[in-house]
């Protein structure tokens, strides 16, 4: 790992640091806007999820959460919240997800999210239902 010593990286209080990133893993339950929302107010934003073994500390969790992952502006066309692309040769969707079904909401599941019976991959989702979210953003390194 790039962070071998994490003790040089630093969170605030109520966040959870993991290689070099700060996050936190709300309580809320809001739409995936919303959650974006709270994630900006408190200076990161919803998670973008960069490696394998980023995904392997966010499965510890076995709740639903709202990631920074939607395909709101072009149906298909997965973007982070950063506005980068999905790399499509990692990525950690569930077998038959993304399937946009058009329950419970006829416009589709247009945002993602991790974590459906314990199972800790990937789902699509209706935006407008309301999970848990986890944030994201840089931790303060404090060593020289």
């Known amino acids: 790992s790039l962070?071998?010593?994490?003790?040089?990286?630093?969170?605030?209080?109520?966040?959870?640091?993991?290689g070099g990133k700060c996050y936190y893993f709300s309580t809320n339950f809001?739409?995936?806007?919303v959650s974006r929302t709270e994630c900006r107010t408190k200076g990161g934003d919803l998670v973008k999820i960069d490696s394998s073994e980023e995904q392997r500390f966010l499965q510890r969790k076995t709740e639903k959460f709202w990631i920074g992952l939607t395909d709101s502006a072009v149906e298909g066309k997965w973007l982070w919240v950063d506005g980068s692309p999905l790399n499509e040769r990692l990525t950690f969707w569930f077998d038959g997800e993304p399937n946009n079904m058009p329950w419970?909401?006829?416009?589709?599941?247009?945002?993602?999210?991790?974590?459906?019976?314990?199972?800790?991959?990937w789902f699509d989702y209706p935006c407008k239902l309301t999970i848990r979210s986890i944030c994201e953003k840089a931790a303060v390194a404090v060593c020289v």
């Open 104 to 121: 419970p909401d006829h416009n589709g599941e247009n945002c993602a999210m991790m974590g459906y019976m314990e199972i800790m991959l």
């Open 3 to 18: 962070f071998k010593d994490d003790s040089c990286y630093k969170c605030e209080d109520g966040w959870e640091q993991h």
């Open 30 to 33: 809001s739409s995936w806007n």
